[in-house]
């Protein structure tokens, strides 16, 4: 493996797309209220993306140091635990994307005022302490909270707000689904982990409600998203054409079955895969049925 690879593997890909629907979501809506800006586009994904990257280097560096990630974890490699990376290397990758968010979120900050900068160091606090720090509340079962809040609401209104400095309804609701898909992928992923990380001392809410019930807030969280998009759409809430997300819901059958079926490493990681695409594909039709 070569820098670049390990790198890639740090930069856990596959979970960008958390990072991106948010955006395209709440600018679609701002171009449908005809208030949309691609600056405030363009910015926006660039602050997300980095503090996605920033929170997936911290995570591999942080766990490192806390022992959670040993050779029994089920997942992909970590890079600092691998000895691959080293964590003076890790965290100046933390430090160099945080600087790109803080760089995306000045110019944002520039035309939607000084709330986008009290959002973007309160969302890289949380993202720091989620970890780190010396109470890390990742450990205490509260990451699936916090992903709700600042990958689901926080991002999506955010993300409408920074074009006209509003956040219509509309934002809000769809901020709901979009967050509850989001933390299913940390649910995938962290139900995966449960016997290491229980091993590690580190209580995810998945250790905390053990597997059968960890099982039941997934599909709780997957299939419970599209009715609700479906309920805002008939009711008038959301643009009328938002309805046609709630036929992915035959797309959530896969991951909720290999979760309730499997337990093999392998098999998990293609649920909590098809769970990130899951996630993508239906912000990408929300945003597409809002702009026709």
């Given at each position: 493996?070569?820098?670049v690879?390990?790198?890639?593997?740090?930069?856990?890909?596959?979970?960008?797309?958390?990072?991106v629907?948010?955006?395209?979501?709440?600018?679609?809506?701002?171009?449908?209220?005809?208030?949309?800006?691609?600056?405030?586009?363009?910015?926006g994904?660039?602050?997300?993306?980095?503090?996605?990257?920033?929170?997936?280097?911290?995570?591999?560096?942080?766990?490192?140091?806390?022992?959670?990630?040993?050779?029994e974890?089920?997942?992909?490699?970590?890079?600092?635990?691998s000895?691959r990376?080293?964590?003076?290397?890790?965290?100046?990758?933390?430090?160099?994307?945080?600087?790109?968010?803080?760089?995306?979120?000045v110019?944002l900050?520039?035309?939607?005022?000084?709330?986008?900068?009290?959002?973007?160091?309160?969302?890289?606090?949380?993202m720091?302490?989620?970890?780190?720090?010396?109470?890390?509340?990742?450990?205490?079962?509260?990451?699936?909270?916090?992903?709700?809040?600042?990958?689901?609401?926080?991002?999506?209104?955010?993300?409408?707000?920074?074009?006209?400095?509003?956040?219509?309804?509309?934002?809000?609701?769809?901020?709901i689904?979009?967050?509850?898909?989001?933390?299913?992928?940390?649910?995938?992923?962290?139900?995966?982990?449960?016997?290491?990380?229980?091993?590690?001392?580190k209580?995810?809410?998945?250790?905390?409600?053990?597997?059968?019930?960890?099982?039941?807030?997934?599909?709780?969280?997957?299939?419970?998203a599209?009715?609700?998009?479906?309920?805002?759409?008939?009711?008038?809430?959301?643009?009328?054409?938002?309805?046609f997300?709630?036929?992915?819901?035959?797309?959530?059958?896969?991951?909720?079955?290999?979760?309730?079926?499997k337990?093999?490493?392998?098999?998990?990681?293609?649920?909590?895969?098809?769970?990130?695409?899951?996630?993508?594909w239906?912000?990408?039709?929300?945003?597409?049925?809002?702009?026709?």
């Amino acid at each position: 493996m070569n820098a670049v690879q390990a790198w890639k593997i740090a930069a856990r890909v596959h979970t960008l797309p958390a990072a991106v629907v948010p955006v395209v979501v709440g600018s679609a809506l701002a171009e449908f209220d005809d208030v949309f800006r691609f600056d405030a586009l363009a910015y926006g994904l660039t602050a997300a993306l980095a503090i996605q990257l920033a929170a997936n280097f911290a995570n591999d560096a942080s766990d490192a140091a806390r022992g959670a990630d040993t050779a029994e974890r089920l997942g992909p490699p970590r890079m600092v635990a691998s000895g691959r990376i080293s964590s003076r290397q890790m965290w100046t990758g933390v430090t160099l994307a945080l600087l790109v968010a803080a760089g995306a979120g000045v110019a944002l900050t520039a035309i939607a005022g000084p709330i986008i900068l009290v959002i973007g160091v309160v969302s890289v606090a949380a993202m720091l302490g989620y970890v780190g720090g010396p109470i890390p509340y990742g450990y205490r079962g509260l990451g699936e909270v916090f992903v709700f809040v600042f990958f689901g609401i926080v991002a999506t209104v955010g993300s409408r707000f920074v074009h006209d400095m509003t956040a219509p309804r509309a934002a809000w609701l769809l901020s709901i689904p979009i967050g509850m898909l989001v933390t299913a992928i940390l649910v995938a992923n962290n139900y995966r982990d449960l016997d290491t990380d229980r091993a590690a001392g580190k209580r995810t809410l998945a250790v905390i409600l053990g597997p059968a019930r960890t099982r039941t807030l997934f599909a709780i969280l997957v299939y419970g998203a599209f009715p609700l998009i479906a309920l805002f759409a008939v009711v008038g809430w959301t643009p009328m054409l938002t309805v046609f997300a709630f036929l992915l819901i035959s797309f959530a059958t896969g991951p909720v079955r290999i979760v309730y079926s499997k337990t093999d490493g392998p098999a998990l990681i293609r649920a909590l895969k098809m769970t990130a695409r899951l996630h993508l594909w239906t912000g990408l039709v929300l945003a597409g049925a809002v702009l026709t």
